[in-house]
């Protein structure tokens, strides 16, 4: 399609792993993908051959009407053509140069009013005034961050590469930069396709998961759907969090907010963000269940459903509860016996609202 970019290729190490990649992207407007999954997952070379820094053995990549990469007719553009703006793990400032001399050696070819110009509207869209004559060293993790970004977007990509764009940072700069990111992507219409191996990382950033391990792609989908459903074991293991629910903040009181999801009520602290849409995260082993329709925990969210499936898991059984979402719950082996669960049978799912961790839409 004209309007998409798509990729399909295999990358071989002698040696080592062959990764295997098959994505698509929407082109000329806001949507971003996130490739989840461990390291060692092969996440960095499927950018690397994207940005045209590696040669695939295999495939294609086309960016709307433009091959990029053609195994079998011999075409591997050049990365210079590609108009590609990768933002590596570590940054890559040059330590010699102020924040204005890294942000306009991305774009010396343009004329001097051009670049002053690109440079001002850099400084001020990654919030970075009073820092212009600083050079990295002098900087904290947040921004050099936001120098490096600032010089990525100066060129105006066509589609843009990040690579763990947070991990270098400590964890509360981590959380802020977060919805700091986020809010800038939505901000750029251009495809972003950014590697995480951060759950919250992806639901806060993604438009799209696709979930990564041993060199290939094991699942795409949207966040709740990858996290919610995974398909297969293998997914599960990895995305680690096993209910991802989209809800609507409808009330609020003590500290709390009431959710609407799926027409039923949820309540969660307080989340700090702004926004009223939350994706709602609740872990198996924080899913209490018992038998009936009489709870006898205090907590604030009861939860009426049917067993759909219980599956072993080693020491424990995971049971899967329609309560008009799909809900996880882990039990011991033994409590799954005495409980008599089994495909049908209604329970009460019980989760505190301390329990649910909440990241915005």
């Known amino acids: ?70 195994t ?72 050099q961050q936001r120098v490096a ?9 066509r589609l843009l590469l990040l690579d763990e764009p947070l991990s270098a940072l400590d964890a509360p700069t981590r959380e802020q930069l977060r919805g700091e990111l986020r809010a800038l992507l939505r901000g750029q219409r251009m495809p972003t396709l950014c590697v995480t191996h951060d ?8 438009d799209q998961v696709a979930v990564m391990a041993g060199g290939r792609i094991l699942q795409t989908g949207s966040p709740d759907s990858v996290f919610s459903r995974p398909a297969n074991a293998e997914v599960a293991a990895i995305v680690g969090v096993e209910t991802v629910i989209a809800g609507k903040v409808v009330g609020r009181q003590d500290g709390l907010a009431a959710f ?31 038998i009936g329709a009489q709870p006898s925990s205090s907590a604030r969210n009861h939860l009426a459903g049917r067993v759909t499936d219980v599956r072993p898991a080693g020491p424990v059984s995971r049971v899967a509860v329609d309560c008009g979402f799909a809900l996880t719950a882990l039990v011991t082996r033994q409590a799954a016996q005495d409980l008599d669960l089994k495909p049908g049978t209604p329970v009460t799912a019980t989760v505190k609202a301390s329990a649910i961790h909440l990241i915005p839409r």
């Open 1 to 70: 399609m004209a309007d998409e970019m798509t990729a399909d290729f295999e990358k071989r190490y002698n040696g080592g792993p062959t990764i295997r990649a098959a994505l698509g992207l929407p082109v000329g407007r806001s949507h971003v993908t996130v490739l989840f999954g461990p390291s060692g997952a092969g996440k960095t070379t499927v950018l690397r051959c994207l940005a045209g820094l590696e040669r695939p053995e295999r495939g294609r990549i086309r960016f709307a009407s433009e091959t990029w990469v053609d």
């Open 72 to 143: 079998d007719a011999g075409v591997m553009a050049p990365p210079q053509a590609r108009g590609v703006g990768y933002l590596f793990q570590d940054y890559a400032l040059f330590p010699h140069l102020t924040v204005a001399g890294n942000i306009t050696y991305a774009i010396h070819d343009l004329d001097s009013r051009e670049r002053r110009a690109r440079l001002d509207e850099m400084i001020r869209l990654l919030r970075l005034e009073g820092l212009e004559d600083r050079r990295p060293a002098q900087l904290s993790g947040g921004q």
């Open 149 to 157: 970004l600032a010089r990525v977007l100066a060129r105006r990509p």
């Open 199 to 206: 759950w919250v990382e992806a639901l806060t950033l993604a």
């Open 260 to 290: 609407d999801v799926a027409g039923k009520q949820l309540w969660a602290v307080e989340a700090s963000g702004k926004g009223e849409e939350f994706y709602l995260c609740i872990r198996a082993e924080d899913v209490i269940l018992e």
